[in-house]
């Protein structure tokens, strides 16, 4: 069974950086999607960005409208490790962040997604 584990988060004043750590344990699929996800406070949940992985090709990255050029996914498979480095961050991108697998290819359908992390929480303040 896959399970993933989510850490990095904290408090942080407008514009600056944080690092979230997202670790599998279990058998990874050979085709799919490494996400990350957000929920604010009264909000819905929203996807941030995500990794589609195939075998040994390079990995094909995806991001919400709203992150990109400050937000940065990758992953260390030697870890069985993703990442999602936050830059210039805003009182808006607050909230509990999620990691997420599913097979196949990335999307922002939640449904789609078999297994979740508990979240670790992101605070930023102006």
């Known amino acids: 069974q896959v399970q993933v584990l989510e850490s990095g988060g904290g408090s942080v004043q407008d514009g600056g950086s944080l690092k979230l750590s997202c670790t599998v344990s279990g058998d990874t699929y050979s085709w799919y999607c490494w996400a990350w996800f957000r929920q604010a406070v009264g909000k819905e949940r929203e996807g941030v960005a995500g990794l589609t992985t195939y075998a040994k090709t390079p990995s094909i990255p995806l991001y919400a409208d709203s992150v990109k050029g400050r937000f940065t996914v990758s992953k260390d498979n030697a870890s069985k490790t993703l990442y999602l480095e936050m830059r210039n961050l805003k009182s808006e991108d607050s909230g509990m962040y999620y990691c997420?697998?599913?097979?196949?290819?990335?999307?922002?359908?939640?449904?789609?997604?078999?297994?979740w992390g508990q979240g670790t929480q992101v605070t930023v303040s102006s």
């Open positions: 997420a697998m599913k097979t196949g290819p990335c999307t922002w359908v939640q449904g789609q997604y078999r297994t």
